[in-house]
T-cell receptor
Framework: DAGVIQSPRHEVTEMGQEVTLRCKPI?????LFWYRQTMMRGLELLIY????????DSGMPEDRFSAKMPNASFSTLKIQPSEPRDSAVYFC????????????FGPGTRLTVL | AQSVTQPDIHITVSEGASLELRCNYS??????LFWYVQSPGQGLQLLLK??????LVQGIKGFEAEFKRSQSSFNLRKPSVHWSDAAEYFC??????????FGQGTRLTINP
């Protein structure tokens, strides 16, 4: 398996623009997680899905952030409009209960908002 | 709610020296505990995990961790570090069905 795939790996955009981050989980994994990592706040869980349904979005910072999972093999995290404080590394991870809660992480998307 | 504390933000050790990274958790029942490593520019990789049974857990890359319920700790150890071990290390505990709560991380620097 190729592991969790994220795209793009790097994104530079200007304040006010829409940003869409993409994730393909490991095949057969029914949990998908979106995290944000910054120096100040560390690793934060934004939202997670089970069988394509959002379970907990309490970590989503504000209405500018939205996430979808239209099918088992694809998820998006959208920021609209983007702000400089959204600059961070965004990770996607997936897991399967049969693998004992281990989350497999993607390589991350480094977002810079100018 | 469950929480994880990693008291050391940054640790520096010499290559070949032993290493211990501290992790304390807050959880009422027997926790599911993890150690992940993050190399620069990379995602997180699982080093080892503890669910039950033997309190000394062996992981990849020569790492081990010991679960001590009396101290609410799950410290990570390695007898002899290599320059390639320089990375950030995260301790985590399961909350609910699948959610992980991570500590703030410990950055490890290796002196030649």
């Amino acid at each position: 398996d190729a592991g969790v795939i994220q795209s793009p790996r790097h994104e530079v955009t200007e304040m006010g623009q829409e940003v869409t981050l993409r994730c393909k989980p490991i095949s057969g994994h029914d949990y998908l997680f979106w995290y944000r990592q910054t120096m100040m706040r560390g690793l934060e869980l934004l939202i997670y899905f089970n069988n394509n349904v959002p379970i907990d979005d309490s970590g989503m910072p504000e209405d500018r952030f939205s996430a979808k999972m239209p099918n088992a093999s694809f998820s998006t995290l959208k920021i609209q409009p983007s702000e400089p404080r959204d600059s961070a590394v965004y990770f996607c991870a997936s897991s399967h209960p049969g693998q004992g809660n281990e989350q497999f992480f993607g390589p991350g998307t480094r977002l810079t908002v100018l | 709610a469950q929480s994880v504390t990693q008291p050391d933000i940054h640790i520096t050790v010499s290559e070949g020296a032993s290493l211990e990274l501290r992790c304390n958790y807050s959880y009422g029942a027997t926790p599911y505990l993890f150690w992940y490593v993050q190399s620069p520019g990379q995602g997180l990789q699982l080093l080892l995990k503890y669910f039950s049974g033997d309190t000394l857990v062996q992981g990849i890359k020569g790492f081990e961790a010991e679960f001590k319920r009396s101290q609410s700790s799950f410290n990570l150890r390695k007898p002899s570090v290599h320059w390639s071990d320089a990375a950030e290390y995260f301790c985590a505990v399961v909350q609910g069905a699948q959610k992980l709560v991570f500590g703030q991380g410990t950055r490890l620097t290796i002196n030649p």
